[in-house]
């Protein structure tokens, strides 16, 4: 059995940027991975399934790359655009095969890795606002948020991703 490498915070990589910025990609390098080993091996099947009525791994994964996308244009200064709004409508819809998810996904956290060091850490405390009430927070509390935010659903989807194994395993306690 392979033993499995410590977590991107404690490999000392990037560390060539400021400590902020770092966590923050770190956490999205953390997010990749975890989904990488506890959710790539689920059949598109399971990766839409919803046991015990929890939203499927699926929607996590369309989730996660929705909501960077935009947590990340609020930070950047700007309001969603159309097509954001429809693709938040959209994300409980359940559509996608397995690897187009996983690619999707992947793809989400690229971006949004290149987006976090495009902005200059001096911009960081600069207001911004939130929604169509405008709800007032920083560039740093938007950045931070994009991490806790996709750790939070990397949780449940892993979490969901082993109760979809467990079941498809007739694991006993499991109805």
């Given amino acids: 059995m392979s033993q499995q490498q410590p977590e991107p915070w404690l490999r000392g990589t990037l560390a060539d940027l400021l400590p902020a910025q770092r966590a923050v990609l770190h956490a999205l390098q953390l997010a990749g991975e975890d989904i990488a080993r506890w959710c790539a091996p689920l059949s598109t099947a399971q990766m839409h399934a919803r046991p015990l009525q929890l939203p499927s791994v ?51 956290l690229e971006l949004a890795a290149a987006r976090i060091l495009a902005i200059p850490m001096a911009d960081w405390e600069q207001p911004r606002f939130v929604g169509r009430n405008r709800l007032p927070t920083t ?37």
């Fill in 58 to 108: 699926a929607f996590h994964m369309v989730h996660i790359a929705g909501s960077l996308d935009r947590l990340l244009t609020y930070a950047e200064g700007q309001p969603l655009n159309e097509t954001q709004r429809r693709a938040l409508d959209a994300e409980h819809a359940g559509t996608g095969t397995g690897d187009a998810l996983l690619a999707a996904f992947n793809r989400g």
């Fill in 139 to 175: 560039v740093a509390g938007l950045l931070i948020h994009c991490a806790d935010h996709t750790q939070r659903h990397v949780g449940q989807a892993v979490t969901t991703a082993k109760v979809v194994q467990a079941l498809a395993a007739g694991a006993p306690g499991i109805a």
